[in-house]
C-alpha cells in the first residue's frame, strides 16, 4: 500500500502525459508478440527490438490483421515509443502505465482505446487482478499486459489458427470482441470460485468460527466490491461500442459483443447475489450466537437457581452454633432432605412452566 | 456447483457459438412435438426424425399455425441442426444449450428469440428452475425445454384445442403471448408457495429455531433473488415487445401483452414485499432472543444476589474457630437467621424497586 | 391464504379474459345503483335487473351524466354482461373480477378503465383493502366494487345533490376525480392511524415487550408496504390523466387531479416517515435491551465477585482438620473477619473505579 | 395528532376547494401588513379592514411593489375573500388553510403560488415549523403566515426601508426571492443546531445513557426526516422558476435563484450528513455494549472459575464423617492448602494464555 | 461549531452579494501573486498594493497569460475590489468569501467561476479541508485561497516555468486544468491514506478495542462523506465544461479535461469501497464480540454446573445434625467421593455430547 502510496505522491503536479510505471515492479522484461493472420495465413512471432517493430509500419494499413501483444510494461521508453509509433495518445500511454485505472473506452478518429481488469482466484484463494489494454486501429490491434512471466492469450492464439471459418475471415475488431469476451469468460470462472469459497464460509461459520474466519468475509465482500467495480464499466464500454458508428467496428461484430453484453449482466448479478447472501449470512450468524448463548445462560441459570438455596439450607445446619434445637431433633435430617427436594421439584416444575427445560 | 464450473471452463477460449451443452447432464432423450392448428383444425403429433422434420420446411410460410416443443436439449448436434433448419442464430442456439443464460430477448428479422426461466416449487421446498426458450417466426413458434420426461405445456395443447373462438383464430404470435403468460402464472404460484414458506419459519423462529431453520431463512432468500432476477429482465422483454413495430407482433396481441406486464409487476412487488418481511424477521428474532436472555439473566441474578451472602453469612459461623463468642449466645442462631431475613427481604425489595420482579 | 393460491391455480393455462371471481368469496349479492344528474336535476335509484340496465342505453350519449356503481362481484355471468354492455374490454372485466390485481390504468378510444385500493382501519386494527374499479366513458362513469353490504360511496351522493355550482355542471370525468380524491383521503386517514399505532407501538417496546409486540411491528410493517404498493402507481395513473389528451378528461379537471397528485405525493411521504421511524424503533429496542442486560450482568459480577471469595475462606476454617493452629489463637476469629472485610472494601473500591458502582 | 385525525375526516367527502382550516388552532387574530416601496419611497402599514383592503386595488398594476402579509389563519371567511379579491384558486386558498400541505409551486397566468414550510429550534430543542405561502402577482406579492403573534419576516422590512440600490429598484420576483432565501438561511441555523444536539447525543451514549437518551435518536432522526421532506420539493420549486419563462420572473432575478438552489443543495447534503451520522452512532453504541458487556463476563468467570472448585475442596474437608484419614494427618491441612494454591495459579495462567487477564 | 452558527446567523436577513467573511478566522495577511508567461518568457512576483493590481488592466486581454493567486480572505474590503476590477459577480465574491460553500461552477460571459475543496491528511490524522476558487477570465485566472501561510500552489510555479512544450504555449483554460487536476491528485492521496487508517483501525478491532477506537471510525466515516460530497458535484463540474461551449474551454484542453473526470469516478469507487469496509467491519466486529461471549459464557456454566451441585452434596455432610447415619458408615465418605466423581464425568461427557468442550 505504501509503494502505491509513494507512486501517486510522486505523479502529483506533474505533467498530464507524464510517464510514470505506477504498479507493482517487480519483472523488468518486455515481450512483444506479433501476430499476423489473414483467411490464408498464420504467423505468429516475438519481435526482437523496436527497430524490428518500426520497420512493420504496423498502422499502414495492410491487406493482414496484425495483433501486437505487449507483455511487460516496466520499459517505460520502450511502452512511450511504441505509443507515439502506432499514434496512440500520451494520456492513453499514461493510462497503459498506470495499473490502477478505472476501466474505460475512449474513441479517436484512428482508433478506440479501451482499459480493464483480468481477475484469476489463485491457487491461496487470493484474487489477482491484472491491468489489460487495447488499442485497435484499422487493421491492427495493440494490447498491453503486466506480467510477461504468464501468457494469458495462448488459447486464442490456437483459436486464430484453426478459426479459417470465421476468425480470420473478420476484422480486428472481431479480435477485440474475442478477447474482450475472454476475459469476461474469466470473471465468470472467478465468480463460480467465489460463489464457493462463500459457501465453504457459511460452513465454518455455523461451527465454530475464529476471528479470522469472520475477516474472511470482509475479505470476500472485498473482492466482490472490487470485481463489481471492474465489471461495471464494461457495461458502458460495450454500450458505446454497440452504439457509435466508429468506422472500426463492423456491423457483423455487434450481435457479437450484444452476446458479451449479456455475459456482463449475467456476471452483475451473480455478484449482486453474492453480495446479499454475504449480508445475511452475518445476520443469521449474529442470531445463532445469541441464540446458542441463551441456551447456555439458561442451562447456568437452572443449575444455580436450584442449588444456590439447597446450599444455604445446608450451609445453615453446618453452623456451629451452641443452641439449634433443630439439629438435636430425631428427623432433624430426613425433614431438611425432604423440604430440599420439594424445593427443587418446584423449581424444575417452574422452569418446565417456562419451558427452559 | 463443481460441474457447472468445468462446463464454464471448458467454454473460455472457445469461439462463439461454440455449441455445448452446460446444465445438469441426466436425461438423453430429445423429444420433439409439433402441433398444427387453423381456424378448422387442430392436430399435435410426435416427430421421429431430423429427416422428417427437415422435410416439414416449417419456416416455409404456411397457412396453418406451426409449433413444434423440442424437450431434452442433450442430443447437442440435434439441437444444432434444428436450429440451422429454422434459421436460428448460432449464437442463439449457443444460449439455449447454456440452461444458465439469463433472460432476454433478441429481434431478427427473420424472427423474435427469447430466453427465459420457469419456476416450480418441489415438493421438499426446493425451488427448482428449467430454462425455456422460444423462437418465433412467420407463422411459426419453436420452444426448447430441458426435461422431456415432463410435459410442462399439456394445459396449453388443450387451450389450443378448445380454443376455436379466440385462439386458433390468431397468429403464432399469440401462441408466444400464451406460452409467456402460462410461464408468468406459474412465478405467481411459486411466489404464494414462497410466502407460506415464510410464514411458516416466522412461526418457527418465534418457538425455538434450529441453526438449520435459522438456514432455511438465507435459502428464502436465495430463491427470492433468484426469481427476482429471472422476473426481472421479463419488464424489458415485453416491453421490447410491446414497443417494436417487429412485423411478427400483431396490433391485437399488443393488449394481452400488456396484461401480462401487469403480471410482471404485480409479481415483483409480492417478491419486494417478502424480501421486507425475510428482514424485519431476522431483526425482530434477534431482538426476541436477547429479551429473553434478558429474562434468564435476570433471574439468576436475582437468585444469587440474594443467596450468596446468606450463604457467606452461614459459612462464618460454620467455622470452627475455637474463639467465637456468638456461637454460645443464647439467641445467636435466632439472631442470625432474622438479619438473613432481613437481608433478603430487603433484596427483594431492592429487585421490585428496579422493577426486576 | 390457501383458497387463494387454489384460486390462482384455477387460473393458470385459462385463456386470457377467463372470467373467474378471484377473491374471498362471502357475499353473493350484487346491487346495481344508478344515480343521473345534469345543472338542474338529480336522482339516485336501485336497478332491479340487468332488462332494466339493458333498456337505458347508458353509453349512448345522454345529456345527463350517469353513473352506474355495481356493488358485489360474485355473479360473474352478471359483470361479464354488463361489462359487454358498456362496452368494457374482456380483459378489463377479468381485472375487475380479480381482487388482487395491481392498480393501474388503461386508455381506449371508448373510455378509460382504473383499478385500484381503498383502505380502511378495522376496529381489531386490522387493514382491510377492497378493490375499486373504474370505467369511464363519454358521460357515464361505471365503479365496481367488493362488498354490497357497505356503501362507500355514501358521501359522494351527497355531495352531487348538493353540489348545483360546481358538480353538477361537470362532466363525467369531474365525478371520476371527486371518486380518486375520496380514496386518497382514506389512505390520508389510514395512515394517521398507523402513524398513532406506530406510538403505541413504541411505548409498548420501551416496557417490556412480548413476542407479540414484536411481531406487531412486523405487521405493522406489512401494512406500510401494502399501502406502499397500492399508492405507488397511483402517480403513473394520475399523470397518465394528467398527460393524456384523451378526449374524456377536460381542461377544467386538470387541476383537481394536479391537487391529487399532491395529496398522493405527500401519503408516500408520511409512509416513508414511517417506515423509517419503524427500522429506528427496532434499533434502538435492541440496544436498550443489551444496555438492560448490561445492567443485570454487573450487579451479579459485582455480588459473586466480593462474597465467592470469602464464601471460600470461610469454607477453610470450617474444615475439620485435627491440625489447624489458627482454630486455636485467640484472635483468630477477628483476625479472618479483619481480612475479610478488607477484602470486601477493595473489591468495592476497585468496583467503584471501574465504573461500575 | 387526534385533532388533525378529526380535521382530516371532517375533510373527507367535502368537495375541492372547501375552506376550513387544518392545523392547531390556538390563535384567534390576523393581522395585515401593507408594505409599499419604490425606488424613492418606502411605507409599511397594518390595514385594519377588509373594506379598506378592497378598496387599494392591489392587482391593478400599480407602479409600486406592493406585498401583502397576512399572519393568522383562522378566520377562514376573511382569508378566502382575500383570496377571490386577489386572484387566487380557491385550491390554492385550501392549501394556504392546510397547514399540512406539501411544498410546491403552482404557474397560473395570473401569478405563481408557492407553499414551503418554515422551521425554528425551539429553546426546549423541539423543532416547530410553520407553514408559509405566497402568491405573486404583476407588481405584488401576498404572503400567509400562521403565527400573528411572532412577526418572522421583520428583518426583511429593514432590509426592504435600507435597500435603496438593489431591493427597492427590482420588481415583485426579488421581493419572492429575498422571502425563500431567508427560510432557507433558518433550514440552515435549524441543521447546524441539530448537528450539535447529535454531537451531545453521541456524547450521553458513550456514558450511561437512559432509554430517553435513545428515544432522542429517533427523535433527532424523526426531525431530519421532516426537514428533508420540506427542503427537497424547493429543489423543484426553485427549478421550476429558475426554467419557466413565466413573465413574473426577471431575466436579473435568475442569478439569485440560482445562489438559493445553491443553498438548498448544501442544506440536503448536511441533512445526510447527520442521517448517516445517527446510524453509525446506533451501530457503534451497540458495539459499545456488548464490549463493555464482555468485560464484565470475563470479570465474573475468572472470580467463579477460580473459587467454586476450591470452595468445593474446602467443602469436603468440612464434612463430618467420621472415618475421614486425611482429617488426622499432620500436614493434611498444609497439604490442601498447597493443592488449592497450586489449582488457583494454574487457572490464573489459563486465563492469561487465553488473553482474558 | 458554535462560531460557524454565528457567523449564519448574522448572514440571515442580509442581501445577497453581503461581502461577510465566514470562516475560521486566524490570519490576517493576504498574498497576491502574479505570474506572467508565454512561450518565451515566465515571470512570477508578488503584487504589494491594490494600486500596483489596478494599473496591470489584468482582464485587458493581453499576449500573455496572466494568473493572480489571491491567497488569504480576511481583508475583505480588498477582495471585493479585486472582484469588481476582474468582473467577478458580486454573488460570486460572495461564495469566494464563505469557506462552506458547496462545489459549483458558474459560467457568464465573461467567464468561469468555479468553488471546489482542497484536502490534506494532517500528521495527527485529522482531515484539514482548505476551500479554493477560481475565475478563468480571457487569457487570465484568479484563484483564491485561504491560508497564506500556506503555498499550495508551488510545484505548479515549477510545472509552468519547465512547462515550455507543452503548457506555455496553451491558452488560460489548461492552466485550469492543471489546478483542477492537481487538487484533484490531493484527493487520491486522502484516499489511499484514508485506506491505511482503516486498515489500522480493523487491526486494533481484532484486539481489545476501547469507545475512542469505536469512534474512530465514526470520525473515519464522516470524513469519507466528507470527501464524496466535495469530490460529487466536481462530475457536474468537469461535465458542464466538456459540454459548454464556452469560448474560454478550447479544444486541445477537452481531452484533459475527460482524464481528471476518470480520476474523479476513480476517486469516488475508492470512497465506496472504503464505506463499504467501514459497515462490514462494524458488523464483523460485532459478531466477534459476541462470538467471545459465547466462549466466556461456556466456560462459567461448565464449571458452576459442575461444581454447584458437588458443593451442595458436601454441604449435606458438613450439616451438624445428631442422627445422620451415613455420616457413622465405614465407607460413607469414600462412597459420597465416589458419587460425585461419577456426578461430575456423566456432566463433562454431556456437555461434550453437546459440544460445549
Chains 1, 2, 3, 4, 5 share one sequence.
Do not use: C
Amino acid at each position: 500500500m505504501s509503494i502505491r502510496k509513494n507512486q501517486i505522491k510522486s505523479k502529483i503536479g506533474k505533467p498530464p502525459g507524464s510517464l510514470i510505471f505506477v504498479g507493482e515492479k517487480n519483472i523488468d522484461k518486455t515481450v512483444l508478440t506479433l501476430t499476423e493472420y489473414d483467411e490464408e495465413s498464420y504467423d505468429s512471432r516475438v519481435i526482437k527490438s523496436f527497430k524490428e517493430l518500426e520497420s512493420l509500419h504496423i498502422n499502414n494499413k495492410s491487406r493482414k490483421i496484425r495483433w501486437l501483444n505487449v507483455n511487460g510494461l516496466q520499459n517505460v521508453e520502450l511502452i512511450s515509443k511504441i505509443g507515439t509509433l502506432l499514434g496512440i495518445h500520451s494520456l492513453n500511454v499514461e493510462d497503459v502505465l498506470n495499473s490502477y485505472h478505472h476501466p474505460k473506452a475512449d474513441f479517436f478518429d484512428n482508433g478506440i482505446f479501451i482499459v480493464m481488469k483480468n481477475f484469476e482466484m489463485k491457487e491461496d484463494k487470493r484474487l489477482s487482478d491484472e491491468q489489460v489494454s487495447f488499442f485497435l486501429g484499422e487493421n491492427f490491434l495493440v494490447s498491453f499486459q503486466h506480467n510477461p512471466e504468464v501468457d494469458t492469450f495462448n488459447p486464442i492464439y490456437e483459436r486464430i489458427e484453426n478459426g479459417k471459418n470465421v476468425f480470420r475471415k473478420s476484422k480486428a475488431d472481431y479480435l477485440l470482441y474475442v478477447l474482450l469476451d475472454f476475459i469476461l469468460d474469466n470473471y465468470f470462472l472467478v465468480v463460480e470460485e467465489l460463489g464457493e469459497q462463500i459457501d465453504d464460509a457459511q460452513g465454518v461459520l455455523l461451527k465454530n468460527p475464529t476471528t479470522e474466519d469472520l475477516m474472511r468475509i470482509q475479505t470476500l465482500k472485498k473482492y466482490i466490491q472490487k470485481i463489481r467495480q471492474a465489471a461495471s464499466p464494461l457495461r458502458d464500454i460495450l454500450n458505446s461500442l454497440l452504439r457509435r458508428d466508429s468506422a472500426l467496428i463492423n456491423e457483423e461484430t455487434i450481435i457479437y459483443l450484444r452476446d458479451t453484453l449479456d455475459h456482463q449482466i449475467h456476471i452483475f448479478e451473480n455478484l449482486e447475489t453474492l453480495r446479499d447472501s454475504l449480508t445475511t449470512m452475518l445476520d443469521i450468524y449474529l442470531s445463532s450466537i445469541n441464540n446458542k448463548m441463551n441456551e447456555v445462560m439458561k442451562v447456568l441459570t437452572i443449575i444455580a437457581t436450584i442449588f444456590i438455596p439447597l446450599t444455604f439450607i445446608v450451609g445453615i445446619y453446618g453452623m456451629n452454633f451452641k443452641h439449634m434445637p433443630e439439629l438435636d431433633w430425631k428427623f432433624g435430617y430426613p425433614i431438611v432432605m425432604a423440604i430440599m427436594i420439594a424445593i427443587a421439584v418446584s423449581l424444575v416444575w417452574y422452569f418446565k412452566k417456562k419451558k427452559w427445560l
